[in-house]
């Protein structure tokens, strides 16, 4: 079969930027405020909420700050933030940011009192007249008129002091509790937060005290009679907090795979309102939302650090949009390939005693601090659990660390697995048809040392295609060594969010056919609402600001990478773009007709960087395997240039290009990649007993 190839100096720009750009991060300049909340909710809509703590986020300069958060949680089909406030100083500054972001992104927010710090048997007016304070605010939750406002716990409050207070009309929607306020008729809805299994008494599940999330649905439901119901999920629980902060707290609920369960839980429920538990609470390892989401640390960092959640997002996607449809499966609604996986850095039997923060004693007047290995642990399984969202049926492949790998068919749509864990590099893969469709290796290994020497019994969520994801920074970072017992940990990411080389065992593949592989076809002309003549752009909406090294560099020389970036300024006498039309590329760009066909085309991708005139690196990427590539006919041509200089060309790829070497034969390079349309390359040969005869060079190459 032919081999193409395809070559563009725009393209290293590109790939370049890509990879350096994630790791400088800047705000977008906040756009104005946008009439797109002007719709209010009816009482029968299906929202999902999130619920995301305002008492980390007293770092935050201004609205911008919130933008990253409002765009991410959108473009999953979030609706609004339940913003969870105490009583901090920063309280009303950072509510009214977020207010002002939400309206701007198209969001929608509402105010979630934390009874740990508001009281309710004293403070019911307080609660009213902060209600009150932002119930005209345009990015306010409101369900047929009413405002809506929620809370953490708070059972004991005057709901009638409260309203009047208010003076507005307020959809109260709080997480009252049925035992302790067994009448909800004061109610216009209620939460439930026990979002994991758990044994009745806020702890995991023991034997003969074990109660499952479908439970307490069950509980609030009869409770709640007609009154339509907030329902609650969340992927993970664990916190371990030693006596290096006041609250020291160290538990666990078994996580696994309930966020995949759930889901489907929700789309049989079918409650009125979801809410996700967390965006951002790290020290509770629930989040979801990304790591540079700015905030400061509590001390959670040393088992958040390199801890990204962000596939869980991913995850939860295809299933919010079922939910609003009131479809019974996500399958309709997944659009791409994709896997899931996560997995604890460490396998549970792993002993950190020597060098765990929580071995000594502490505050422990919640009855929530224990020393050790969290309590519950023993609940949770030693596995890799990889959800599956595929178009159609396939084989996936794991191999945990030193384990046998693992194959088994995996049907359209949602499905699970878990595989049992072990220590070293994870790796995944989708096959189809034998073929590799996606594999890779996961960016962090399981390991057998305890990483900041404790117990992390967070998770690592990360996903195929692989997709770039947050660091946390300087701030959110400060306490990581607060109280550590080992000296080698230091407060800085060790994965910066990009995708690990894979060094390990080649994926499946079998010789290609034309029947077993469907065609792909890479369209090289840029879509017709990308501009080709822009001089200068930034992040576009919805993107993460780490990009802003990306779009600043290459928008400016005019290519602004459609999807992370959007032009702001051009320059009509520049169009650099045109070169990538694939009806302006002349030879040799472009050899051998197009790329895509309706015959299977393996194509080689020949990238080369530019700084102005100087090429300063360049990459050539070939389909593998290799070896059921056909290299016949390459036109190879070697020259005798003078002084003792010979040029290598060809007229098709080459891999793998070699001088036989002998004796009294010295060269200045050999084992070359050639492809057409480059500079020929030039080797210098010295021979000590003869002059140099081209005619005598003995060469081969790969497939020869």
């Known amino acids: 079969m032919a081999v193409k190839t395809f070559s563009s100096f725009l393209f290293g720009i590109v790939a370049i930027c890509l990879w350096a750009g994630h790791m400088f991060g800047a705000q977008a300049a906040p756009a104005p405020i946008t009439d797109s909340l002007n719709r209010r909710q009816s009482a029968t809509d299906k929202l999902v909420f999130a619920h995301f703590m305002i008492g980390i986020v007293g ?63 004293t403070q019911a007016a307080d ?11 345009p990015a306010q939750l409101k369900i047929n008129g009413k405002v809506f406002a929620s809370s953490f716990i708070g059972d004991g409050l005057d709901v009638a002091q409260m309203r009047a207070a208010a003076g507005v009309d307020v959809f109260w929607a709080p997480n009252f509790n049925p035992s302790q306020t067994p009448n909800s008729g004061a109610l216009d809805s209620a939460f439930n937060w ?62 696994d795979l309930l966020w995949y369960n759930r889901w489907n839980e929700i789309l049989t429920l079918a409650p009125r309102y979801v809410e996700i538990i967390t965006w951002n609470d790290y020290g509770e390892s629930h989040y979801i939302g990304p790591l540079d989401s700015k905030h400061t640390d509590d001390g959670n960092s040393k088992w958040v650090n390199d801890m990204p959640h962000e596939g ?43 060098t765990d923060t929580t071995l000594q004693d502490a505050n422990n007047s919640s009855g929530n601090y224990f020393k050790g290995r969290p309590n519950g642990y023993e609940t949770m399984e030693d596995a890799v659990f990889v959800v599956s969202l595929l178009k159609t049926a396939g084989q996936i492949k794991v191999t945990s660390g030193g384990n046998p790998a693992v194959t088994y068919q995996a049907p359209a749509g949602a499905f699970a697995q878990k595989i049992s864990m072990g220590v070293g590099k994870q790796r995944f893969e989708l096959v189809r048809n034998g073929q590799s469709v996606l594999s890779g290796p996961s960016p962090r290994d399981i390991s057998n040392t305890c990483p900041c020497g404790i117990y992390n019994f967070n998770a690592f969520v990360g996903q195929l295609p692989f997709k770039t994801f947050g660091s946390l920074d300087s701030q959110g970072l400060a306490s990581l060594t607060a109280g550590l017992h080992v000296s080698t940990c230091q407060p800085t990411p060790t994965l910066i969010g990009t995708a690990p080389p894979s060094n390990d065992p080649q994926p499946t593949n079998n010789p290609p056919t034309s029947s077993t592989i469907p065609t792909q076809t890479v369209t090289t002309a840029p879509p ?17 600001p780490n990009l802003t090294g990306l779009c600043d560099f290459s928008c400016s020389q005019g290519y602004c990478p459609p999807g992370p970036c959007k ?39 020949h990238a080369v960087l530019f700084v102005g005139n100087k090429q300063v690196s360049y990459n050539i990427s070939w389909p593998e395997p290799i070896k059921y590539l056909d290299f016949t006919d390459r036109g190879v041509e070697v020259r005798d240039v003078g002084g003792s200089m010979v040029e290598i060309s060809a007229q098709k790829p080459v891999k793998g290009f070699v001088f036989a070497e002998r004796q009294g034969k010295k060269l200045s390079d050999n084992g070359l990649d050639l492809v057409p349309g480059e500079e020929p390359r030039r080797v210098h040969i010295k021979v000590s007993d003869e002059n140099l005869k081209v005619d ?8 020869r």
């Not at 609004?80 to 939400?102: H, K, P, R, W």
């Open 59 to 121: 770092n935050r300069g201004s609205s911008a700050d919130f933008d990253y958060d409002m765009q991410k949680a959108k473009a999953i089909g979030i609706d609004a933030f339940a913003l969870n406030i105490g009583v901090d100083d920063y309280t009303d500054t950072q509510l009214g940011f977020a207010y002002e972001s939400a309206a701007r992104n198209g969001m929608e927010v509402f105010i979630s009192f934390d009874f740990n710090w508001w009281h309710p048997s």
């Open 127 to 137: 609660v009213g007249h902060k209600i009150a304070q932002y119930a005209s605010l």
């Open 194 to 255: 026990m979002a994991w299994p758990n044994n009745g008494a806020n702890k995991a599940p023991q034997p003969g005290q074990s109660f499952s999330v479908a439970d307490g649905d069950n509980a609030y439901k009869a409770w709640l009679g007609s009154k339509p119901y907030m329902a609650p999920i969340s992927p993970w629980f664990s916190t371990h907090f030693g006596p290096e902060v006041s609250y020291s707290k160290n538990w666990v609920f078994p996580g």
């Open 312 to 354: 869980w997002m991913e995850l939860a996607k295809p299933f919010i949009a079922a939910y609003k449809a009131g479809a019974s499966k996500p399958d309709a609604y997944i659009s791409e390939d994709q896997i899931i996986y996560w997995y604890r850095p460490t396998l549970k039997s792993l002993n950190c005693d020597a």
């Open 528 to 544: 017709a609402s990308t501009p080709t003549n822009c001089n200068g752009g930034t992040v576009a909406d919805g993107e993460s």
């Open 567 to 605: 032009c702001t300024s051009f320059d009509p006498k520049r169009s650099p773009l045109e070169l990538m039309r694939h009806d302006k590329i002349p030879d040799p760009f472009v050899v051998e007709g197009s790329l895509g066909s309706d015959e299977l085309e393996p194509f080689v991708i």
């Open 696 to 703: 005598e060079l003995a060469w081969t190459f790969v497939g």
